[in-house]
Each structure stands twice: as structure tokens, then as C-alpha cells.
């Protein structure tokens, strides 16, 4: 059985010692916020998702946060543990289980825990210089800590050798390199770009953020103008946005309510404005749609039944036919199935190209913002239906030529948001 191993035990800089039950939960290292959620919850998440069937956490205290803590483990299946102590381990880990753990106050990314750890036991560690500068402990002249280890739990019997003040994170570690458990390199990538930070102190915490949100809404191959806009909206504002608590849910609603104005727009012949408020709303999911995206990250929380990007896009669609229909076809101008005919195929074929393919243009069809300020192009112009009909009969050619030469191998992938 996988075992983790937490402490919540370290003061943040600057802030008092802890002493007991008095002391403020936010005085910890693992207490302190990054996006919204504890260092300790991010930490959480991580283990989880490496399979961890038991957790135990080293605090001073059974406080809010711990108990938190323990409801999202148990709701994922694990055993949730509070221990004071490294001889509180002694009864909790056996010689058949393996430890995880890491350290007060680490930010790493899920992925690349995985990537170190899973490939067997080992010390993570860095060079000296390195790892003095960033807050971890001396190993031995060359090597700090690198802030997580994977040991065999037959280990653990030697803390009864240990006082009961010693922090279990350390010893254990020490404990593992005596007994000839490998060491294994921190990769210099991880540290340079967010994904691997020990962090001391709330400035700390605030200065790793805006990496730490860049770093999860990038998506998986190339995007188009409003996947780009909006992400420099969530790398700007993503973080006032995750510390609100619902930031995520507050901006799809909105986008639901800029979704009715650009329908009551265009009713009442206001074509141009009802576009624009498409586009706006477009960009209210995509923003949405990554403050979720950032909000799972390391936090193991299953995304929603039904996808946002899935539905508003569905109504999106629905809208930029009606808003087409409305701003093109006169309404005592004749039958209106007849009149439906070319905006439903421009959109539907914008739909159906767009993710049927992994090329960059495949991505630029997905956007209906773009696709709802071609449509008001149209209106402006007055081009009439003929020019969406034409604009269908391009998408579907340029279709129809893709599928006759192929993508070449290597180039990039569609992005998508996962």
C-alpha cells in the first residue's frame, strides 16, 4: 500500500512560532494560499493521484484545515492520519507499504512527482548552491534536499530511535540515504519554471502564483485569438478570480446572462450589438472554462458532468444561426427553413471541421468568437445570405483538400482544454 506523508508543522517566514491550538492555521507554511487553495490541499491532490491509500499528516494540532483535509481524503477513498510525531508512524506504516511524501510547503506539479517518483524509490535532491538559496536542508557537501522522497516503509521502525520532537520529513530522509536508497537528481527545468518551488512565506506564495496559473492554462497545441485573449484575461485577473472562491462559476454565469442579452439584441433588430455580446460571451466561457482548468490542477477534483466548453458552445452555435437569421432574412421575407439552410451549414461545418482536425486552422474554426465577427462582417457589408452560403461552400472545400493531403507528421496538434 502507498503511504503518504505531509507536515503542516513549519511556521511561514515572519510569521509567530506555533505553540499549541492558539496559533492561527494561516501561520503555516502549508496553510499558506496559492489560487485559492492551501499549499497542504495542492499537496494533497498530488499524493492522491499517485495512488495513495493512506495519509498522514504532521501537525501541531486538529484544526479547520486539517479537518478539511481529511474529508477530501476520505471522499477520494484513503485513510486520513494526524499524527504529532515520528513515532505516531510506527503503527500506521508497515514493512510491506511504501512512503510518499513531501515537503512543508512545497508546490510541485502532480505530473512531475509523478515522473520522479513513480520510476522507483529514491531521495530527490539538487545541488548545493541551489537548494541552500531556495530554503531546503543540507544533505551532505555537494546536495540539498530536493523536497520528496519515496522510501520502503520498512524504515520507518528506526524513528523509535529518534526523540518524539524530531521532524519525521527529515529523519526518515536521512534514515533512507543510510540505508543505501538512491538519490535522484531535482531537473533543473522544474525549478526554473514554477512547477517545483519551496515556498517560505505568504510574498513567496504570491510571487509563485502568476507562474504557477501560466503554467496550467496553457493548453495542448496551437490555439486561436480567443483561446489567446483569453488567457492573458486569466494570467492577469486569474488569481484575484481563485481567491474569491467561486471565480470560476461567477464568470460562466455571466457568460450565460451576456448569452440572453445577444439574443434579446438581436430580436429586437439590433444585429451588430448581438454579435458583439456573442463574442463576449464566448470569451466568458474560455475564461471560465481555464479558471476550472487551473482549479483542477493538482487538486484531483473530476471535471464537471457536463462540460462547459461542450454546452456554451452548443448554445453559441444555436445563437449565431438565429442572430444570422434575424440580421439576413427579413422576417416577411419568405420560408424560413429555406433561409436556415446556409447559416446551419456554416456553423455546423465549422463545428464538425474544427474538431475533426489537429491543424492550426482546425483550431481557428473552434472559434466562434472569430466566427460571430465574420457573421457581423457580413451584416455590415450587407452581403446577404449568398456570402454565408459561400462561406460554408469554402469550409467544407477547404475540408475536402485536407483530407486529400493529409497533415504532414510532427506538426502540431489541435489545442483543448482536457
Given at each position: 500500500m502507498r503511504v503518504a506523508l505531509l507536515s503542516m508543522i513549519e511556521p511561514a517566514a515572519g510569521a509567530p512560532a506555533p505553540?499549541?491550538?492558539?496559533?492561527?492555521?494561516?501561520?503555516?507554511?502549508?496553510?499558506?494560499?496559492?489560487?485559492?487553495?492551501?499549499?497542504?490541499?495542492?499537496?494533497?491532490?498530488?499524493?492522491?493521484?499517485?495512488?495513495?491509500?493512506?495519509?498522514?499528516?504532521?501537525?501541531?494540532?486538529?484544526?479547520?484545515?486539517?479537518?478539511?483535509?481529511?474529508?477530501v481524503a476520505e471522499h477520494a477513498g484513503a485513510r486520513f492520519h494526524v499524527i504529532a510525531g515520528p513515532r505516531g508512524l510506527l503503527g500506521l506504516v508497515s514493512a510491506t507499504d511504501e512512503i510518499i511524501a513531501l515537503a512543508d510547503g512545497l508546490s510541485a506539479d502532480t505530473a512531475t512527482v509523478q515522473d520522479l517518483l513513480d520510476a522507483g524509490p529514491a531521495v530527490l535532491?539538487?545541488?548545493?548552491?541551489?537548494?541552500?538559496?531556495?530554503?531546503?536542508?543540507?544533505?551532505?557537501?555537494?546536495?540539498?534536499?530536493?523536497?520528496?522522497?519515496?522510501?520502503?516503509?520498512?524504515?520507518?521502525?528506526?524513528?523509535?530511535?529518534?526523540?518524539?520532537?524530531?521532524d519525521p520529513f527529515s529523519a526518515l530522509m536521512r534514515i533512507a540515504l543510510q540505508a543505501g536508497i538512491g538519490q535522484r537528481m531535482l531537473p533543473d527545468s522544474a525549478v526554473a519554471d514554477g512547477r517545483w518551488t519551496l515556498v517560505r512565506s505568504e510574498a513567496g506564495a504570491l510571487a509563485l502564483e502568476n507562474a504557477w496559473i501560466r503554467l496550467h492554462v496553457a493548453i495542448n497545441g496551437p490555439g486561436n485569438p480567443s483561446v489567446w485573449l483569453a488567457q492573458a484575461v486569466v494570467r492577469r485577473f486569474g488569481g484575484a478570480l481563485l481567491h474569491g472562491g467561486n471565480g470560476g462559476r461567477v464568470v460562466a454565469a455571466s457568460g450565460g446572462v451576456t448569452l440572453l442579452l445577444a439574443a434579446v439584441a438581436g430580436w429586437f433588430g439590433f444585429a451588430l450589438a448581438g454579435f458583439a455580446l456573442a463574442v463576449l460571451a464566448w470569451l466568458l466561457l474560455?475564461?471560465?472554462?481555464?479558471?476550472?482548468?487551473?482549479?483542477?490542477?493538482?487538486?484531483?477534483?473530476?471535471?464537471?458532468?457536463?462540460?462547459?466548453?461542450?454546452?456554451?458552445?452548443?448554445?453559441?452555435?444555436?445563437?449565431?444561426?438565429?442572430?444570422?437569421?434575424?440580421?439576413?432574412?427579413?422576417?416577411?421575407?419568405?420560408?424560413?427553413?429555406?433561409?436556415?439552410?446556409?447559416?446551419?451549414?456554416?456553423?455546423?461545418?465549422?463545428?464538425?471541421?474544427?474538431?475533426?482536425?489537429?491543424?492550426?486552422?482546425?483550431?481557428?474554426?473552434?472559434?466562434?468568437?472569430?466566427?460571430?465577427?465574420?457573421?457581423?462582417?457580413v451584416v455590415v457589408l450587407r452581403l446577404g445570405m449568398g456570402a454565408v452560403g459561400a462561406l460554408a461552400l469554402a469550409v467544407l472545400t477547404a475540408a475536402l483538400v485536407a483530407q486529400r493531403w493529409p497533415r504532414r507528421p510532427g506538426s502540431p496538434a489541435a489545442g483543448n482544454f482536457g
Open positions: 505553540q499549541g491550538e492558539g496559533v492561527a492555521a494561516t501561520t503555516l507554511r502549508g496553510a499558506l494560499n496559492l489560487g485559492g487553495v492551501s499549499l497542504a490541499r495542492h499537496q494533497l491532490g498530488t499524493v492522491l493521484a499517485m495512488g495513495c491509500e493512506r495519509v498522514i499528516c504532521v501537525a501541531h494540532a486538529l484544526d479547520a484545515e486539517m479537518l478539511a483535509l481529511q474529508q535532491v539538487q545541488p548545493i548552491e541551489a537548494g541552500l538559496a531556495a530554503g531546503y536542508e543540507r544533505i551532505d557537501i555537494n546536495h540539498a534536499a530536493g523536497g520528496a522522497w519515496r522510501i520502503p516503509g520498512r524504515l520507518v521502525e528506526r524513528l523509535s530511535e529518534l526523540p518524539p520532537d524530531a474560455l475564461v471560465a472554462v481555464l479558471l476550472g482548468k487551473v482549479s483542477r490542477a493538482t487538486l484531483r477534483l473530476p471535471p464537471p458532468r457536463l462540460a462547459r466548453a461542450v454546452l456554451f458552445g452548443a448554445v453559441i452555435d444555436l445563437l449565431l444561426i438565429v442572430l444570422a437569421l434575424w440580421a439576413l432574412h427579413p422576417r416577411d421575407g419568405g420560408p424560413i427553413p429555406q433561409a436556415l439552410f446556409a447559416p446551419v451549414m456554416l456553423v455546423g461545418l465549422c463545428r464538425l471541421v474544427g474538431s475533426g482536425g489537429r491543424g492550426r486552422w482546425h483550431a481557428w474554426l473552434q472559434d466562434r468568437g472569430l466566427l460571430a465577427i465574420v457573421l457581423a462582417g
